[in-house]
């Protein structure tokens, strides 16, 4: 039996952050092993907010790989990979292009608050869940890895492989989100931790930087000096021990009577945090002083990922009388 496909990607924000790696890489990770996987780093979907960022494109979509690796991806079992180096997602798109009715884009909730939120208003951007649909189909992928704000995308996917399937025959597999649960991470000001709202704690900070951004970390408001009882259920700091701090439950009781000060709770979250770190950044820093295995990993992810998405524009083209 041949291993089910899993196709996940992310763009190349940089530094991914706690949220990132809790929430998507460390599953990704955990299914390496099972699946057959593909691990894009989706820099085409970048330029839809970024397209007059390019020049930091390089180190971005770098540091991205790095994180990737130092998370525990294996080049070895699933193939890491940029999606501009392999041309087949943009033909792809371009014939799914054809067949996909505009309101269909149009409906993708995404669409209205974000070109509303940051004023795009370009035809790709409102072709990016298109694009999406392209890099998941161009492998015919079964499972895509996605949190709950994904699934409007997906659904689209599924739509598309019908429809093609309808017009032209069965090339195409509906892939299914693979969902999973995972503690919300909140940022420094108790948000949803997010590179653009500037609250996130890094994979790439070293551990003085993680002290120094956690020693500002929001706590419970009404608890404001050692002494006051606070509320450990609405505390982000509380929410990250929760995650990083095994204990946890020993420091619910001293904070809810305000024997617990804050400063000496975020004591010991740094030091849970620094040490649950320690062996990635390790690595982290070994790849970033070998850049060129680096990129080394990533043109062999591509020349795989070329391999299996080839084989589908073939028959793609047959099927469409293209070849
Ligand atoms: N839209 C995804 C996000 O913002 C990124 C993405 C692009 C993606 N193509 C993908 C995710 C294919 C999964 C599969 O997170």
């Not at 070109?115 to 951007?125: I, R």
């Not at 000496?264 to 740094?270: A, N, P, Q, T």
Request: hydrophobic letters at 40%; proline letters at 6%.
């Amino acid at each position: 039996m041949s291993k089910k496909i899993i196709l996940s990607g992310m763009q190349p924000t940089g530094h991914l952050h706690l949220g990132n790696y809790e929430g998507a890489l460390k599953n990704w990770v955990a299914l390496q092993d099972e699946y057959e996987m593909y691990c894009c780093i989706v820099d085409w979907h970048a330029l839809t907010a970024d397209f007059d960022k390019t020049p930091e494109f390089p180190d971005r979509v770098f540091e991205v790989a790095v994180d990737y690796l130092a998370a525990g991806l294996d080049p070895e079992k699933c193939s890491i990979f940029v999606q501009s180096h392999v041309k087949e997602h943009a033909e792809l798109h371009l014939l799914f292009s054809m067949i996909t009715p505009i309101p269909w884009l149009e409906r993708v909730p995404s669409y209205k608050e974000k070109s509303l939120e940051l004023g795009l208003d370009s035809y790709g951007f409102l072709g990016y869940p298109l694009l999406q649909a392209a890099d998941i189909l161009v492998y015919r992928a079964d499972f895509v890895p996605v949190g709950k704000d994904q699934l409007p995308h997906i659904e689209l996917t599924r739509e598309v492989a019908r429809r093609f399937n309808t017009l032209y025959g069965n090339v195409f597999p509906e892939p299914e989100a693979k969902l999973t649960k995972f503690a919300a991470i909140p940022g420094i000001d108790g948000k949803k931790m997010s590179k653009s709202y500037g609250n996130d704690i890094t994979l790439a900070d070293s551990s003085e930087e993680t002290g120094v951004k956690l020693k500002k970390m929001f706590t419970d408001p009404q608890k404001l000096r050692r002494g006051d009882p606070g509320r450990p259920d609405i505390c982000p700091v509380y929410a990250l021990q929760k995650v990083y701090n095994s204990d946890h439950q020993a420091l619910f009781r001293p904070c809810s009577t305000g024997e617990l000060g804050c400063v000496d709770c975020k004591k010991v979250l740094i030091e849970r945090l620094n040490d649950a770190l320690a062996d990635l950044r390790a690595r982290r820093a070994e790849l970033i002083a070998h850049p060129d295995q680096v990129r080394g990993i990533l043109r062999q992810g591509a020349e795989r990922a070329r391999r299996r998405a080839g084989e589908t524009m073939i028959l793609v083209r047959e099927a469409m009388h293209l070849d």
